[in-house]
């Protein structure tokens, strides 16, 4: 009697590969969280050891100068087990068959390098027990208190915020200018100073029939999505140009130019209720002066279905220009930002300016509705950032002034801008810095900062309902943080 061998039936077969690619995919997060927390706290070590040395530094010369020899306040030699230079790691995530055929989406896992040769910034809080520095130095680099007597950490002590999952797209050749969810979050649109704009997603179990580059032969300066279908990619240019992409058909659909008066579109943003959308154009490009002199502005409302200019919004004569716009929930009222600090409040269904406020002391870079839009927020070009009640028209409910901002060879492609969570309590923002900050938004709790890229942070962009962010960096390169 002769034995043959069952053959496994292909359902099971199939069944048995999903699940043990699942469990490898688990398996590889898990590590890759591991050795980001194990690299977290190598760069924590060595963030501790140089802040103990300049802390010496300042310690010693002042003990000096009072006649203290300060020889005895030198760091023990056991800190040299903390001096391991960090490693980096660089792996591969993943992809369906499906996502690399359809586009060639480059993707990497998080790299996180060591923030004593990265991050001027960095540094965590030091304690009196870290290496045997006494009160005097902590008094030099300790935490400050806020009005309530409640312990506030500087920007540059925050802890790093915890990661589910990094991902990082390394398809750009140039500084990244915007980058952008799309409104469903399943699609992410980013763009460069070379021209392009790519659109791909970050979740392999999303198709990436819609993945595609798009060149636009002009810097990209703003990017929105059509709210409603989440087919419609818009995207203004240095140039003058509207492009209007349909993600489906995979082509420009309308490609519209502003006046000769006006060649830079530094703004667009959609209605989330009528088929219609904004433009904001200066009458000088970005790249030639600061945002402080971008010249004058024109505010133009276009309807999606004509693909034609519909009104001009009053702004007054010669007015300064608009760097930011934002729609509240219904659509029927229009925010905007100016270079003059200013912020204006337009009546969609009249087409008129009904209020406006001096916001500023400098330029206004970006504008956010509050999530429940009795507040508005407004970053300034020198960092400030303020909380608006609408309510209370010129009540500011919460500030901050960023320490991380901006450094002069970032300002010709960064114009810096924030984004609010969707619970609207965590507020992130650009960077001059290798990281950026996240604020809580009116909460007693210090914020945190983002891992680290390898140049500016230079545009932000949260999940529209997950704890998901984007950070494009001048270093070319974009990154998807699920934070925990």
Same mark, same amino acid.
């Given at each position: ?29 898990r ?32 003990f ?13 030699s ?56 006494d ?29 589910e ?14 980058c ?37 032969g ?20 240095? $140039? +003058?140009? !509207?492009?209007? *992409? ?6 420009? &659909?309308?490609?519209?130019? @502003?006046?000769?008066? #006006? ?21 000088r ?96 070009? $020198? +960092?400030? !950032?303020?909380? *608006? ?6 009540? &500011?409910?919460?500030s901050? @002034?960023?320490?991380? #901002? ?37 909460g ?41």
């Open positions: 009697m002769s034995l043959t061998k069952a053959r496994l039936p292909a359902l099971l077969k199939i069944s048995s590969e999903k699940n043990t690619i699942s469990c490898l995919k688990k398996e590889n997060k590590l890759n969280q591991k050795l980001l927390q194990l690299q977290a706290l190598l760069e924590e070590k060595e963030a501790q050891l140089g802040l103990s040395k300049r802390s010496m530094g300042a310690a010693n010369s002042s000096q100068s009072s006649g203290i020899d300060g020889e005895n306040l030198r760091p023990s056991s800190s040299e087990d903390i001096c391991a230079p960090a490693t980096s790691y660089l792996g591969s995530i993943p992809q369906s068959e499906e996502c690399a055929a359809a586009e060639p989406t480059k993707f990497a896992s998080a790299r996180v390098e060591s923030s004593s040769r990265q991050d001027s910034y960095s540094a965590s809080s030091l304690h009196a027990s870290s290496g045997g520095i009160d005097t130095a902590q008094k030099l680099y300790g935490s400050h208190f806020d009005e309530n007597g409640r312990e506030m950490l500087r920007e540059e002590e925050f802890p790093e915020v915890s990661v999952f990094q991902e990082t797209f390394l398809g750009h050749t140039s500084p990244i200018t915007r952008r969810f799309s409104a469903s979050g399943n699609n992410i649109a980013s763009a460069s100073v070379d021209g392009t704009v790519r659109i791909w997603t970050y979740d392999s179990s999303i198709p990436a029939s819609r993945n595609a580059t798009i060149y636009c002009a810097e990209i300066m703003s990017l929105d999505w059509e709210c409603k279908s989440d087919r419609l990619l818009l995207i203004g240019t240095a $140039d +003058g140009g !509207i492009k209007a *992409w349909n993600v489906d058909a995979k082509r420009v &659909v309308c490609d519209l130019n @502003t006046t000769d008066a #006006f060649p830079s579109v530094l703004d667009l943003k959609c209605s989330p209720v009528e088929p219609i959308f904004v433009s904001a154009a200066s009458s490009r970005l790249g030639s002066t600061s945002i402080d002199s971008l010249g004058y502005a024109s505010l133009t409302v276009w309807n999606m279905k004509t693909w034609k200019a519909m009104t001009v919004l009053p702004l007054g004569e010669d007015p300064p220009a608009i760097t930011s716009l934002c729609f509240n929930h219904n659509g029927k009222i229009l925010a905007a930002s100016a270079t003059d600090g200013m912020i204006h409040m337009f009546d969609m269904s009249a087409g008129l300016q009904i209020t406006g406020w001096p916001a500023h002391d400098s330029a206004i870079s970006s504008l956010l509705f509050g999530p429940d839009e009795t507040s508005i927020f407004s970053l300034g070009s $020198d +960092g400030k !950032i303020f909380e *608006w009640s609408l309510q209370n028209q010129g009540r &500011v409910l919460w901050k @002034t960023s320490s991380w #901002f901006s450094e002069p060879q970032t300002s010709k492609y960064c114009r810096h801008e924030m984004a609010l969570d969707a619970s609207g309590r965590q507020l992130l923002a650009t960077s001059g810095s290798v990281r950026a900050p996240i604020y809580q938004v009116q007693h709790s210090n914020g945190f900062k983002t891992l680290p890229h390898s140049a500016a942070i230079t545009t932000v962009d949260w999940h529209p309902s997950l704890p998901i962010f984007l950070t494009g960096s001048a270093d070319n390169s974009v990154r998807v943080t699920s934070i925990l």
